[in-house]
């Protein structure tokens, strides 16, 4: 093994400036990590709702059923070996795999699923909406899970089918933890809650050696792992805020990955050694339009509209390595993901639309940005290129929450934004993009179609809910695709992009796995050449 060099070990350290004299390398079975990582709130699965605990929760924790780092597409086996669905019951039984053990060597049993599942609903924290969309309270969640020897029986409640439960169950608050390790550390009836903010409790393919906040997180592989012990040995994260010093710290060899490059960084890095790689994310940018506005309710302009965006001129440029052309609400890598693109910037083709309409021009719109790139450079674009066809941005720049705040309050008239899954499962992005049967102002719906005041047609909120409650799972995908094409077409929310992730890694360094969520960070199958 190679020397491990003092400049890893170090929690704090202020680093020199000056240009390395040589390329260095990091241990052979150690993936050293640069990452802002203060976001970090918890790192408890009933409570961790940032990106970076996201990530840690991925490593060190399973879930029933999950998307693995093999192929993130496809629902997977994980503590369950396998489960039968009765939709009519609405009922899910999982038979838990054997031998499989908690880092602590505790075996994973049916009582830990069932105390897993009750404790996020009892606790109440940030993320626990997710479980309780199935109907759970903590006044009910102990009779709707339960455990027979190795087998547990989840029930649900609501008009949806059992492919949305499971992709429920796939998701972060549903991780097990050791419920004999969690309640040693029991203090006042927090169920553990504070000592897992520190340790962690998982049967996941890494355990959590230690955690340091705004410093370092590290983690050394499961060697008792059911799906096999990660090809690494060791992962070490470096909190590094400034994506400069990540910059320096790759280039002089003092790091794997720097998770943190702005796209200018990732164009200056000329090293033989230093390789980047592009990730999709769930993140799907949209130009939406207020329907409060008069001038902005014909679907002509929203027709109009869909060409008028120069999609390749900002991806060349602008955006280029932060974001890709898609034009569907349900983000590509995801099960039923609509990857047409039809659309494409031909502003004559939009002046013959709005002609035919017998719209009059000039139309002169506020656009509401966050003040920031690429944000702000994405508004200037789309106001010179609308202007081609006479529509007038007069762009309104604000900080988030300002901006925010309009688009809650629906007093925008149009509004550059964009928007992300809560968990994955298509009707996630559905209800926000494809349903609200209530446009009243005193409804208040956390979805775009309500915040641009856009009354859905009653056939596609019919669809909408159809498609959740849709019991085969290939038609239900269908389903979902069929009504993406039907947003696509016509609706006041013109989508255009989705969000891209650049990682620098050292070109060694093989296997590294970034779904299009934070869920979705594996490290089980990096190794290093």
Do not use: C
């Not at 050293?32 to 970076?52: G, H, K, L, M, S």
């Not at 992300?420 to 409804?443: E, I, Q, T």
């Not at 929310?493 to 650049?502: C, E």
């Amino acid at each position: 093994m190679k020397q491990f060099r003092s400049i890893l070990l170090a929690s704090t350290l202020i680093l020199p400036l000056a240009a390395p004299a040589a390329f260095a390398e990091t241990p052979d079975d150690v993936l050293v990590v640069a990452q802002n990582i203060d976001d970090i709130v918890a790192i408890d699965p009933a409570q961790a709702y940032e990106f970076t605990s996201g990530e840690l929760v991925t490593n060190l924790y399973d879930r029933l059923v999950q998307y693995d780092a093999e192929d993130t597409t496809t629902l997977a086996a994980g503590l369950a070996s396998d489960w039968t669905a009765d939709d009519e019951a609405k009922t899910i039984t999982f038979t838990l795999r054997d031998g499989a053990t908690f880092a602590s060597g505790n075996e994973v049993t049916a009582e830990d699923v069932v105390y897993s599942f009750g404790r996020v609903i009892k606790l109440n924290l940030t993320p626990a909406f997710i479980l309780a969309q199935l109907g759970w309270t903590a006044d009910n969640v102990d009779d709707m899970v339960t455990a027979d020897g190795n087998t547990v029986t989840v029930k649900y409640e609501g008009d949806f089918s059992s492919n949305f439960v499971l992709n429920v169950l796939a998701s972060r608050p549903a991780s097990i933890v050791d419920s004999k390790l969690v309640m040693e550390h029991e203090v006042d009836g927090d169920m553990g809650n504070a000592w897992l903010n520190e340790n962690a409790a998982g049967s996941g393919p890494f355990k959590l050696d230690s955690y340091s906040p705004a410093q370092m997180v590290r983690m050394s592989a499961n060697e008792s792992y059911f799906n096999g012990a990660p090809e690494i040995g060791s992962v070490i994260i470096r909190h590094v805020a400034e994506a400069a010093t990540q910059q320096l710290l790759l280039e002089q060899g003092d790091i794997d990955l720097a998770r943190n490059l702005t796209p200018d960084q990732i164009a200056s890095l000329d090293s033989e050694e230093i390789k980047v790689e592009t990730f999709p994310q769930a993140a799907v940018h949209f130009l939406s339009f207020n329907q409060k506005t008069e001038s902005l309710t014909d679907p002509a302009v929203w027709e109009a509209a869909r060409y008028l965006v120069d999609y390749t001129g900002m991806t060349d440029t602008i955006i280029n390595g932060q974001m890709e052309v898609h034009q569907a609400f349900w983000p590509k890598g995801f099960p039923g993901s609509y990857d047409e693109t039809p659309f494409s910037y031909d502003p004559e083709k939009a002046k013959e639309i709005l002609d035919e309409a017998g719209i009059e021009t000039p139309i002169t719109v506020s656009l509401d940005v966050i003040n920031a790139a690429p944000f702000t450079d994405m508004a200037q674009s789309l106001q010179a290129s609308f202007a081609d066809a006479g529509i007038n941005f007069e762009i309104l720049p604000g900080t988030g929450a300002q901006v925010i705040t309009k688009y809650r309050e629906r007093t925008h008239q149009a509004m550059l934004l964009y928007w992300g899954p809560d968990f994955m499962d298509p009707h996630s992005n559905a209800k926000a993009f494809a349903y609200n049967s209530d446009n009243s102002d005193d409804a208040y719906a956390a979805t775009t179609t309500w915040r641009n005041a856009w009354a859905v047609p009653d056939e596609m909120n019919e669809d909408t809910m159809a498609a959740l409650a849709e019991a085969d799972a290939d038609t239900r995908l269908e389903m979902y695709q069929d009504l993406q094409q039907k947003v696509q077409e016509s609706s006041p929310i013109v989508i255009m992009f989705q969000a891209a992730y650049q990682v620098a890694m050292a070109d060694n360094v093989e296997g590294y796995v970034n779904g299009a969520t934070s869920d979705f960070v594996y490290y089980r199958l990096v190794d290093k050449q």
